[in-house]
């Protein structure tokens, strides 16, 4: 089993990362918040803690392996108890994964279920099967994990602005991989910085 990568980040892309460990690449499934993080990465040495599992349906005879890729092995830990939860399961868990694990790890302990209820994929009943199987189980990463305003240094914003204005987007149409990219140009482009979400989502506007 493989359970760590190190190696050359020569490929970025809305939902895996691509590392170069010669003489082979990987490619590297990873969550939204762990994209943002590689952003200002690419062709450098990277390494990323593994999980791999198998994608398909074994009845229909098409069995493909992948990787998952995290920064810590305290996020990689996080993910397999968020994805052991009923009805969650890896591919809704690694499209929930748009905020910092310390954040949703606080969401769960707090019990607030209507936070966690406006991750993608994440409605309120899993919410709430969320919060009544993991609550006594996210001490780790909230000891272990940096908070949310230490990530994302690259863009030099909280992590909650840029995300809200991530969801917000998400919540006003757009799809996952639009609204990325509307934030991502946007944030590239912009040196000010934006106080919250709602001036980061009127800059899009002006822009366009």
């Known amino acids: 089993m493989i359970v760590k990568i190190t190696g050359k980040l020569v490929a970025l892309y809305n939902d ?4 170069e460990a ?6 590297t499934l990873i969550p939204e918040f762990t994209r943002r993080q590689l952003q200002s990465e690419l062709q450098k040495t990277v390494s990323l803690y593994t999980l791999e599992y198998i994608d398909g349906a074994p009845n229909q005879g098409r069995l ?5 890729g995290f920064l810590t092995d305290v996020e990689r830990e996080f993910f397999e108890i968020f994805c052991s939860v ?3 399961g890896t591919k809704k868990a690694l499209r929930a994964m748009v905020r910092p694990v310390r954040e949703i790890a606080e969401m769960i302990e707090q019990q607030e279920h209507k936070a966690l209820a406006t991750l993608p ?8 099967r969320i919060v009544a199987k993991l609550r006594r189980k996210v001490s780790k990463a ?8 230490d990530a994302l240094a690259d863009v030099d914003l909280p992590s909650d602005v840029v995300n809200d204005a991530y969801l ?7 799809s996952e991989a639009e609204a990325r990219r509307l934030v991502d140009e946007l944030l590239a482009k912009s040196k000010r910085k934006f106080k919250d979400s709602a001036e980061i989502l009127q800059a899009i506007w002006d822009n366009r």
């Open 16 to 19: 895996r990362a691509i590392i």
């Open 86 to 88: 009923d009805g969650v």
């Open 121 to 128: 994929g994440i409605g309120p009943a899993t919410a709430e």
């Open 22 to 27: 010669a003489p082979f690449e990987y490619e």
């Open 64 to 68: 493909v392996p992948r990787l998952l």
């Open 142 to 149: 909230l000891l272990m994990t940096p908070r949310p305003s």
């Open 168 to 174: 917000a987007l998400i919540g006003l149409g757009h």
